[in-house]
């Protein structure tokens, strides 16, 4: 059973704008959600993470925003670079415990 | 640098044999986690140790898969008999009990059976 629900699965930006990614979740006893951005052949990185008691958070150029009444969450990048170009996963835990991924999104920012 | 550490970073073997893989966590953690993610996918959870003890196991464990952190430091996860459908990448991620979920990453072990 997919927990964790990640949308779109690829996105194409230009330089400079605002990509979003969405996840859904269904266990209400997550209580941990972060971020991860992965290059080819490397291990995921942690980008940002936030507590369901937070609607949003912001680290940089990222930013969550989460619903918890309607158990979403989203991240966006600001100004974004070519750099960025990854695989983003959301995630979730609980007391933490195993994570649970969503099935990533592949971001391109093109120049 | 002091992050998580695997060895190796890449193994080919063919069907039937046996592989180990090898984590180091961040010194100060004492959780550790093995994920198993393939090609276009999200990491799926296996296993994970507090200190020497094994919490957890995943569904996805078979038989021929076992872990251990035998001092609760490093780990070895070690596949019997391979098949074709092992062929992944094996992530190692550690965190620390105290308050803080956050897991990190090691750089991950490539393995392909022929």
């Known amino acids: ?111 | 640098d002091t992050g998580v550490s695997q060895n190796p970073r890449h193994k080919i073997t063919k069907r039937g044999q046996n592989v180990t893989f090898r984590c180091d966590p961040i010194s100060e953690h004492n959780r550790l986690y093995w994920y198993r993610q393939t090609l276009g996918q999200g990491p799926e959870f296996l296993t994970y140790f507090q200190n020497e003890a094994q919490l957890e196991k995943s569904r996805l464990l078979s038989d021929r898969f076992s872990a251990e952190r035998p001092k609760g430091s490093f780990s070895t996860l070690e596949i019997q008999r391979t098949e074709q459908g092992d062929s992944a990448m094996y992530l190692c991620a550690s965190s620390s009990s105290g308050g803080g979920e956050t897991q990190y990453f090691g750089p991950g072990t490539r393995l392909l059976v022929l």
């Open chain 1, 1 to 111: 059973q997919q927990q964790v629900k990640q949308s779109p699965q690829s996105l194409i930006v230009q330089k400079g704008g605002i990509p979003i990614i969405n996840c859904a979740y269904e266990n209400t006893a997550f209580d941990y959600f972060p971020w991860y951005q992965q290059f080819p052949g490397k291990g995921p990185a942690l980008l940002i993470a936030i507590r369901p008691d937070v609607s949003e958070k912001k680290e940089g150029r990222f930013t969550i925003s989460f619903n918890k009444s309607a158990k979403q969450f989203s991240l966006h990048i600001m100004d974004s670079q070519p750099g960025d170009s990854a695989t983003y996963f959301c995630a979730a835990t609980r007391a933490g415990n195993m994570l649970t991924f969503g099935g990533g999104t592949r971001l391109m920012v093109k120049p």
